[in-house]
């Protein structure tokens, strides 16, 4: 069956950096995408990667190994802010169909 | 501003009635999905569309139905089959391969 396997939380210190893992086992694999979710809202597009090797969008850097079928979500200069609810997604086939990990909770200490 | 329009914000549905989660897009995206998302844990994929009068279910369809009549449209159906419909349900939009947009959500409660 299709899965996608991430931490269900992280904790880490203001200003650090800290990795987010994702583990995928799926029929079809057409990219990897990483969200973010604050408590109560919808989730917000971060990152994309449909090749192998790394992709950077400012503080937040995203990874992906096809070989793997892992990638992960690299945080950096972490701010309060950034506590949230992370969740990578496998789009599955050419029709377009998307699902999601469960989440990783990341919690910021100051 | 382009975006995805759910609604209403709160629903409360009594016992045995069907009701119906709005969405509606202004982004010309092709796409849409309809999500279910209970406390803590991750979204799961209820039905799916990528063109006008076209559907497929997602993992867990049961107690849902969908209507994809215009291509702005895509509204969810829970039916009293569901047995358990409180959730936070997420709607979503996107062109074919690429990310996608979602709406702010809408609360289903039961009284």
């Known amino acids: 069956g299709q899965s996608l396997e991430q931490p269900s939380e992280v904790t880490a210190v203001e200003g650090a950096i800290v990795q987010i893992n994702c583990t995928y086992q799926?029929?079809?694999?057409?990219?990897l995408s990483w969200y973010q979710q604050h408590d109560g809202g919808a989730p917000t597009f971060l990152s994309y990667?449909?090749?192998?090797g790394l992709e950077e969008t400012g503080r937040f850097s995203s990874f992906l190994s096809r070989s793997d079928s892992y990638g992960y979500l690299l945080l950096q200069e972490l701010q309060m802010k950034d506590s949230a609810s992370y969740f990578c997604?496998?789009?599955?086939?050419?029709?377009?169909?998307?699902?999601f990990g469960k989440g990783t909770r990341l919690h910021i200490l100051p | 501003d382009g975006g995805i329009t759910q609604s209403p914000k709160y629903l409360f549905r009594k016992e045995g009635q069907n009701v119906t989660l709005s969405c509606e897009q202004n982004l010309n995206h092709d796409a849409m999905y309809w999500y279910r998302q209970d406390p803590g844990q991750g979204l799961r994929l209820i039905y799916y569309?990528?063109?006008?009068?076209?559907?497929q279910k997602g993992d867990i369809a049961e107690g849902y139905s969908v209507s994809r009549e215009k291509k702005e449209s895509f509204p969810l159906t829970v039916t009293s089959a569901q047995k358990n419909p409180t959730a936070f349900y997420l709607c979503?939009?996107?062109?074919?391969?690429?990310?996608?947009?979602f709406g702010d959500g809408t609360r289903l409660s039961i009284l």
């Open positions: 569309s990528q063109i006008v009068n076209d559907f």
């Open positions: 799926t029929s079809g694999f057409y990219g």
């Open positions: 990667n449909a090749l192998d």
């Open positions: 979503a939009s996107s062109i074919p391969q690429r990310p996608q947009h």
């Open positions: 997604a496998v789009r599955e086939g050419r029709d377009d169909k998307i699902i």
